[in-house]
């Protein structure tokens, strides 16, 4: 591959280039990078690359024309060598947002030229004109595109096959999988108290593959949602199978409501504790729940009690006249063992009339809505907008979900 920056600062990125990591790989021949000097394309006397803005207003414009013979001659060298004309992206704060997807596409094309404005910009002209993209590194303004163009060209020439000692190297990292990477640690094992995970030292590849990827998704889910819920939607759950001494049976006794009640409760106070007032969360206590339920019936809704040997630690509604799945509640101390997924699987499953069964999900719900989108259901719209003084952050509303 081959990448060129144009820029009023070549040493500035030269110097860059020339170290470390990618310095060892440009001197091994695995990728040319060049810089050029805006300057040396000037046609005036002064070699001046920049003027007032026409219409006023501050800062100066770099000029379209040695931006574009330089652009040109990037080309023509290109093609001196065999590899077609480059691919030419500007580096804007306008641009489109950069991520490890695009890195990935742009370590695709043969040849890159990275353009760098200064001052208050380029003239949008030789834009228009030249570039295939524009790319922005990030919602702030920098001085100069050099910062940006060694972020672009820094995170695609390390995908160039032998850049990094390994390919797993980059396989690993955040982003690559959609998600972010777990933490990471060296020696001492414990540094000023802090002892490193355990499992890292059972010498156990298994476990500790299992231990990185929960990690993975753990921080995802918290630090990154948005990234989080794309990951979902490309990374279908499989329904655990159910386990010998697990059962979900139709709520028919006062003792299963009472069990259910009790499950609700738990469950839904854990739910709301971070989006709701203590005062709010305090007014639902179990009876009130209860009532719920009882009403929920009334209604016409099926209610399944899920226990596991015998235990009660889930519970999911079916109502068949509209087709929606509903109160999918697991105790807080049975959580994490697949019993969420596989009340969801039951419920929908006992809708087989329904072409596009439904539920509904608040949108601050992360770990439901996750599930949901896992198991194959999707975001059908906002239902209703919560705004009463109960609710400690905003927006807070119920979404549609389909399956
Ligand atoms: N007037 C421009 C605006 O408001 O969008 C900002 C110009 S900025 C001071 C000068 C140059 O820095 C830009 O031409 C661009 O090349 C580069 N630059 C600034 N912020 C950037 C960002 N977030 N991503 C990529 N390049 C950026």
């Avoid at 990030?138 to 990094?164: C, F, H, I, K, N």
């Amino acid at each position: 591959m081959r990448i060129d920056i144009v820029t009023l600062f070549p040493e500035l990125c030269g110097s860059f280039l020339n170290a470390s990591i990618l310095g060892r790989a440009a001197k091994k021949g695995l990728f040319e990078a060049h810089c050029h000097q805006i300057r040396d394309y000037t046609t005036n006397k002064q070699r001046q690359t920049d003027d007032y803005p026409y219409g006023g207003g501050c800062g100066m414009v770099l000029y379209a024309q040695p931006i574009a013979d330089c652009l040109r001659a990037v080309t023509a060298q290109c093609e001196a060598q065999g590899r077609g004309k480059p691919h030419v992206v500007f580096l804007t704060a306008a641009g489109a947002p950069y991520n490890e997807q695009k890195a990935r596409e742009l370590a695709g094309y043969e040849a890159v030229t990275l353009v760098c404005g200064h001052y208050e910009g380029i003239d949008e002209r030789v834009i228009e004109a030249f570039a295939d993209e524009e790319i922005s590194i990030g919602d702030y303004v920098l001085t100069g595109g050099e910062l940006a163009s060694l972020v672009v060209a820094d995170s695609v020439l390390r995908l160039q096959p032998g850049v990094l000692a390994e390919e797993k190297g980059y396989q690993e990292e955040s982003y690559w999988d959609g998600l972010i990477e777990y933490p990471q640690y060296t020696r001492p094992e414990v540094w000023e108290g802090r002892a490193i995970p355990p499992v890292l030292l059972t010498g156990d590849h298994q476990k500790i593959d299992a231990w990185r990827a929960q990690q993975s998704k753990a921080r995802t889910r918290a630090r990154r949602p948005d990234l989080y819920e794309t990951w979902c939607e490309t990374h279908p759950l499989t329904v655990p199978k159910w386990k010998r001494g697990e059962n979900a049976r139709l709520i028919k006794t006062e003792e299963q409501l009472d069990a259910a009640a009790a499950i609700y409760h738990a469950a839904w106070q854990q739910m709301t504790a971070d989006t709701t007032t203590q005062e709010y969360r305090d007014a639902h206590t179990v009876a009130v729940m209860r009532e719920e339920l009882v009403n929920d019936r009334k209604n016409g809704w099926a209610l399944y009690l899920h226990t596991t040997a015998g235990r009660p630690d889930g519970l999911v509604g079916v109502l068949h006249k509209t087709g929606e799945v509903g109160r999918l509640y697991v105790a807080p101390a049975a959580q994490g063992q697949g019993i969420g997924a596989k009340l969801l699987d039951f419920a929908r499953k006992k809708l087989p009339e329904q072409e596009h069964p439904h539920l509904l999900v608040l949108n601050v719900n992360k770990p439901a809505r996750a599930l949901y989108i896992r198991m194959g259901w999707r975001p059908a719209g906002v239902q209703r907008y919560f705004t009463g003084p109960e609710c400690t952050v905003q927006p807070v509303y119920e979404e549609l979900f389909q399956f």
